[in-house]
């Protein structure tokens, strides 16, 4: 059984991201945990105090309101799947959202997060909004990222960037061969290489690891010429029809690069592909 938290505040996005995991997981058995966290607020003039209030008038307002609209999402959520094999229970809380995203991952045994995100609405705001950017620097737990204009259709080529800089665990390197084997799809492992630049000798060595470990799976491997990384991964995400990217976070530079640094202007693979986001380290 595959237990697996989707945070909701009830837009669009997130409910897209529900969705998708619903679709996604179709053949398997699940545990769907929506969680919904209602903020703790603060007051301009309380500095860095919470805003004091009564636990009374929290519980019949803003508590109850998402109690309420989280039991409808319910509803919509058990409509759509068709697998007797899926269940769904609902979480509200009042809390700071990572700290309460934490909470429940080891009371539920939680394998993956599943979050949307919505893109920037302007051309120089970056496109992983802080809520999600949050969750994948601060959590060490897979997490799957579906952007608002992602539409679920069947896993079939998943990219993995690497620039051969980090020795990869067998742990996360197991991670990704699940999610092959989820929908029978190919791995496509890409490096984005400036010109006439050679892989070291630790680079060469790190190559030949991942291609003993995928020696029997649907893989190849990609070289791209590109001055600019994620450049580089949009050309090969268009080129491939690429269906999800998976990033190692141990791999900072480059989770940086593709993650965090394009803009609307240069990129549009945030708004459209959904990133799995895997850590060597799973703590709770």
Not at 113 to 136: F, H, Q, R
Not at 228 to 254: H, P, W, Y
């Amino acid at each position: 059984m595959k237990n697996i938290l989707l945070p909701t505040d009830f837009s669009e996005n997130s409910w897209n991201a529900i969705k998708y995991a619903i679709s996604l997981f179709k053949e398997t058995a699940c545990n769907f945990y929506l969680l919904h966290v209602t903020l703790i607020s603060y007051s301009s003039s309380s500095g860095d105090y919470p805003l004091v209030a009564t636990q009374g008038i929290i519980e019949n307002t803003l508590l109850k309101q998402a109690k309420t609209a989280i039991k409808k999402q319910l509803k919509k959520c058990e409509s759509l799947t068709k697998n007797p094999k899926h269940n769904f229970f609902t979480i509200t809380s009042y809390d700071f959202f990572i700290d309460s995203v934490k909470n429940h991952l080891k009371e539920k045994n939680i394998d993956l997060i599943v979050m949307g995100t919505k893109g920037a609405s302007g051309l120089n705001e970056v496109l992983i909004g802080s809520n999600t950017g949050d969750l994948i620097t601060q959590v060490q737990c897979p997490t799957l990222i579906v952007p608002e204009n992602s539409i679920y259709k069947p896993l079939k080529e998943i990219a993995f960037p690497t620039d051969y800089n980090i020795f990869y665990q067998t742990k996360v390197l197991k991670e990704i061969l699940e999610f092959m084997k989820l929908q029978d799809a190919f791995l496509r492992v890409v490096h984005i290489t400036k010109k006439d630049e050679n892989l070291t000798p630790y680079q060469v060595e790190n190559k030949e690891m991942l291609h003993t470990f995928f020696t029997d799976e649907k893989c190849t491997f990609h070289k791209i010429t590109n001055k600019k990384t994620e450049e580089g991964i949009q050309c090969f995400a268009e080129s491939r029809d690429i269906d999800m990217i998976v990033m190692i976070a141990k791999n900072l530079n480059l989770f940086q690069r593709i993650l965090f640094r394009p803009t609307v202007e240069e990129i549009s693979y945030h708004t459209e592909i959904p990133f799995l986001v895997l850590h060597e380290e799973f703590k709770y």
